[in-house]
Structures are given as C-alpha cells and as structure tokens.
C-alpha cells in the first residue's frame, strides 16, 4: 500500500511537470541586431537564464545565451546575454535586465540563490556579494553580515557622491533599493527619464481562501473511506517567484473523531493559463482527542500533487491528492506512529484570489 501510493504521487507529479508550457508574446533581438516578433516559452527564473523557445511564422528554436543578442516579454522582463561572474563561478547567461542605461542592474536565480549583478564591461556583469557569516567565540555562536556589496555600489556610483549616505544606510540588497539606487543615480547624472527601468510591478503579496471538502480513501486516525472539511490561506510572494505559495489551514472530520489538522506547506504550480498542476510539500500539525478523553498532538510529513481548473483569474477550482508519508505522535500511547504512514485522501476546493497581481 506505501509503495502504490507513494507511486501514484509521484506519477501524477512525473506527469504534470513533462510538457510545462507557458507562452507568452515577446521579442527576440539577434546577433545582427535585427527585432523578431513572436512568442516565448516563459520557464521561471533559472530556466529563462540558461535558454528560451521562440517560435513565430519562420522560426521555431530553442537559443542559448550569445545565440541571440537579448528577447523581451511583452510583460516588461528584459533578458541579455552576458557573462556573470556570481557564486565563485564564471558563466554564460541571460541576465535580467531591472535597469538600462549608463549604469545598469541586473538579476539572475540558481538552484543556490537569487543575485544581483553590476556591469564590470559591456559584456561581464559582476555579483553584488552579500553573506551572512556565523563565527564562534567563547562558544557562542555570534551572527554578522558581510555587506561587501556597499564598497561595490560605492565604486559603481563613485561619480554620484550624493548617493553615499543612502549607500551605506542599505541593510541588505533587494530588487525595490537597488532599482530605486540605480534610477536615482541616472535621475541626479544624466537627468529624469535617461534610463529604462524593465522591472514588472507586482503587488508584493497576493491572498487566495479556499474552502474544501476533502475524503479519506486510508487513514488509521479518521478511518477509511471518511469525510472531513475545511478552508486553506495561500500566499503568494511574486516578487519571490510568480509559481510559488505558502499555504495552511485546518481539516475537520465529519464523523465522531475529535481531530484538527493544520497543514503547512510550499506549493509550486506550473504556469500553464487554464489547467494548472501543482506540487505541495510540508508538514501536518494533528491534534486529536480519544473517546477516553485521552489527548496529545502529533506531527506528519506530507507531500500531494493536484490540479488547479481556472474558469477565472479570480476563482479557480482546486483538486488535490495527498499523503502523509510518515507520522510522529509522542503524546499517543494509543496510536502507533507506523500504522499512520502512508494515510492518503483527496480534496476538491473552489480557491478565491482576493489580489490578482
């Protein structure tokens, strides 16, 4: 039974990222410096950075950095081929474009981080270093911020001293201080609106409420084939990625059982327009009351995959099918732990967008 659901999970997952779409109208400009109109396959942060699909009436490739010269959504995200060097690594990428003009910023997104880049020449961009470093001393472990990156902009600006102060003042580097430092400083040198910020305005959180119902095909806890309800609160943090979520709630059963669950987890849902598969991973906070008034709380892994249907970009119908692939109960003498493994159980929601960005 653990390795048929586990399988399933993990099938329905296999299935879902195979095929990942999401086209979007855009631009490419060649090498020749020649404009080609089209569409682009919009893959996320760390794929747009190593190739990109375009496709028009004559053309139908996949280009990697320096095959083209740049292609732009018409959404605003601007990519250029540049060399970066970032993570103690020298590579050949599409950058990000925030800012353009006689200094530009720049950002990329690895599996190790998020960076921020600066031009070093036309054709290298550098990494803005940023760190936090842990030493110990008298064994206490004592937490400081290598802020590297301000002797950095102070060199990169170092024609626009009135920028020093704001310089020094920035805690950390991010996409909102760093495009506002970069369009002061063209704003103060070259005069207002000698630079291109490329920078795709988004609400910084978008709020979703789904109400669910949800059915117990295997649970050791509620029992088989039971029934339960409840509602989640999904945030999602565009500025972060456009595809990822945060999401919790609470389950309650509809039968006898005295038990809440609140889950807690990260959700992926690949950028397809109509049909939406998602993947969510976290953990379940379980609470749960015997018919002997016996109580205690527990602690399950949980994976699921699913469907979102969007009729809407304000309400979509959700489907998810999840497990908890392994359970912790240290206050239950009456449950054993390893006979919860494995509970699996379906969810169909209608999800409410109250902030499209």
């Known amino acids: 039974m653990k390795k048929t659901i586990f399988s399933i999970i993990m099938g329905l997952l296999y299935f879902t990222i195979n095929g990942q779409t999401d086209i979007r109208p855009g631009v490419i400009i060649n090498n020749q410096g020649d404009t080609l109109v089209g569409k682009l396959d919009y893959q996320g942060d760390i794929s747009n950075a190593k190739f990109i699909h375009f496709i028009n009436q004559s053309v139908d490739s996949t280009f990697l950095p320096y095959q083209i010269n740049s292609y732009k959504f018409d959404d605003g995200k601007y990519y250029i081929s540049k060399t970066a060097i970032y993570n103690n690594d020298t590579v050949k990428i599409f950058a990000e474009c925030l800012v353009k003009g006689k200094k530009d910023l720049y950002f990329t997104r690895s599996l190790a981080g998020f960076y921020y880049l600066i031009s070093r020449t036309d054709s290298i961009i550098l990494e803005l270093p940023y760190k936090k470093d842990y030493i110990t001393k008298n064994d206490v472990v004592y937490e400081f911020e290598n802020k590297a990156f301000i002797g950095y902009l102070k060199a990169y ?30 704003d103060i040198t070259c005069g207002e609106g000698n630079c291109t910020v490329f920078e795709k305005k988004k609400n910084p959180l978008r709020f979703s409420f789904e109400p669910f119902l949800a059915y117990y095909i295997k649970s050791d806890v509620l029992g088989d084939f039971s029934a339960a309800y409840g509602f989640n609160l999904i945030f999602w943090i565009p500025n972060s990625s456009e595809n990822m979520s945060i999401r919790t709630g609470i389950i309650r059963p509809l039968n006898d059982v005295n038990t809440t669950q609140i889950p807690l987890q990260f959700e992926y849902v690949l950028p397809y327009k109509r049909v939406s598969p998602k993947f969510d991973i976290g953990v379940n906070s379980v609470w749960i009351k015997d018919m002997n008034n016996n109580t205690g709380t527990g602690l399950t892994f949980l994976i699921g995959t699913g469907l979102y249907f969007r009729p809407s970009k304000v309400v979509s119908i959700s489907i998810d099918l999840n497990s908890d692939i392994f359970a ?13 493994f494995a509970t699996l159980y379906l969810k169909a929601g209608i999800n409410i967008t109250i902030d499209e960005y």
Request: proline share 9%; hydrophobic share 35%.
């Open 328 to 340: 912790f109960y240290p206050d239950f003498l009456f449950i054993d732990s390893k006979n919860v």
């Open 157 to 186: 600006f170092g024609d626009c001293p009135e920028l020093a102060p704001k310089i020094e003042s920035l805690y950390s580097p991010n996409r909102k201080n760093l495009i506002s430092l970069t369009k002061e400083y063209h």
